[in-house]
């Protein structure tokens, strides 16, 4: 399977990991069409789909992307920032899921994809409190809609990085350079989504997958390409244990 003649309408794409995965769509000979909304109003929602749908004539992947952050604890965060990352996140997520899957049926090898983390309910990882929460419901919102939308042959699947990915919020919140230095390139989710987006969709849904992970199962054997400093020790991401998966042995 290819992505040629595919359609993807994916929010959140001004930069970051988003950016990645529309600029790699433009290198391979793909057409973007940047539209400015607010995932969050679903009428800003609909027209955005219908007007990617008016130009391209269906919609055969959707990527929930559009994401807001903010680590700070429920003494920290204020309400306003909460409704703000659960409104994004969750609300964000629903909206742009429900107003792409109509036009996503019936087309060939559909995907859902939200780049949200599997659910880790030891206690280390129930902190901070509101950005689990909204990236939590991100994945619950994505792992429903896989079996909603599974007679329909639509797959719905999230993915996520073991390591820190060299985005802003990396840079803003996580440690600055020192943080960058530790991260892997935004090409480690860009080429993670391609393979995912490959995989036969009737089959292949309903699964909270690593980036690394993937990667290796689609045939990459050497990580150390994506990182943003050769040798470096890289920093593993929220809600991951370790940075490479079990058993992987290269560089």
Same mark, same amino acid.
Request: proline residues 6%; contains cysteine; glycine residues 8%.
């Given at each position: 399977?290819?992505? +040629?003649?595919?359609?993807?309408? $994916?929010? @959140?794409? +001004?930069? @970051?990991?988003?950016?990645? /995965?529309?600029?790699? /769509?433009?290198?391979?000979?793909?057409?973007?069409?940047?539209?400015?909304?607010?995932?969050?109003?679903?009428? +800003?929602?609909?027209?955005?789909?219908?007007?990617?749908?008016?130009?391209?004539?269906?919609?055969?992947? !959707?990527? %929930?992307?559009?994401?807001?952050?903010?680590?700070?604890?429920?003494?920290?965060?204020?309400?306003?920032?909460?409704?703000?990352? %659960?409104? /994004?996140? /969750?609300?964000?997520?629903?909206?742009?899921?429900?107003? !792409? $899957?109509?036009?996503?049926?019936?087309?060939?090898?559909?995907? $859902?994809?939200?780049?949200?983390?599997? $659910?880790?309910?030891?206690?280390?990882?129930?902190?901070? =409190?509101?950005?689990?929460?909204?990236?939590?419901?991100?994945?619950? !919102?994505?792992? @429903?809609?896989?079996?909603?939308?599974?007679?329909?042959?639509?797959? +719905?699947?999230?993915?996520?990085?073991?390591?820190?990915?060299?985005?802003?919020?990396?840079?803003?919140?996580?440690?600055?350079?020192?943080?960058?230095?530790?991260?892997?390139?935004?090409?480690?989710?860009?080429?993670?989504?391609?393979?995912?987006?490959?995989?036969?969709?009737?089959?292949? =849904?309903?699964?909270?997958?690593? !980036?690394?992970?993937?990667?290796?199962?689609?045939?990459?054997?050497?990580?150390?390409?994506?990182?943003?400093?050769? %040798?470096?020790?890289?920093?593993?991401?929220?809600?991951?244990? =370790?940075?490479?998966?079990?058993?992987?042995?290269?560089?």
């Amino acid at each position: 399977m290819t992505l +040629s003649g595919k359609t993807m309408f $994916i929010s @959140g794409v +001004s930069r @970051g990991i988003g950016l990645a /995965i529309a600029k790699e /769509i433009e290198e391979v000979g793909g057409q973007a069409l940047p539209i400015v909304g607010d995932v969050r109003d679903p009428d +800003s929602v609909t027209a955005a789909v219908a007007q990617a749908v008016e130009q391209f004539g269906a919609i055969d992947v !959707c990527v %929930n992307n559009a994401s807001a952050i903010n680590l700070g604890s429920i003494e920290e965060v204020p309400m306003k920032r909460f409704d703000l990352m %659960n409104g /994004i996140q /969750i609300r964000g997520t629903y909206a742009v899921s429900q107003a !792409c $899957i109509p036009h996503m049926k019936g087309r060939e090898n559909p995907h $859902i994809l939200t780049l949200s983390p599997p $659910i880790r309910m030891e206690s280390e990882w129930l902190k901070p =409190t509101a950005y689990m929460m909204a990236k939590y419901g991100m994945t619950l !919102c994505a792992l @429903g809609i896989a079996e909603e939308m599974r007679e329909a042959g639509i797959a +719905s699947n999230t993915l996520w990085p073991r390591t820190l990915v060299a985005t802003a919020a990396v840079q803003n919140l996580l440690g600055g350079d020192e943080a960058m230095a530790k991260a892997r390139k935004p090409e480690v989710y860009s080429d993670a989504a391609y393979a995912i987006f490959n995989k036969p969709a009737r089959e292949y =849904t309903g699964q909270s997958l690593l !980036c690394e992970d993937v990667l290796l199962d689609s045939g990459v054997t050497d990580l150390s390409v994506y990182n943003c400093t050769p %040798n470096a020790e890289l920093g593993v991401d929220l809600w991951v244990d =370790t940075p490479n998966p079990p058993g992987y042995t290269g560089p």
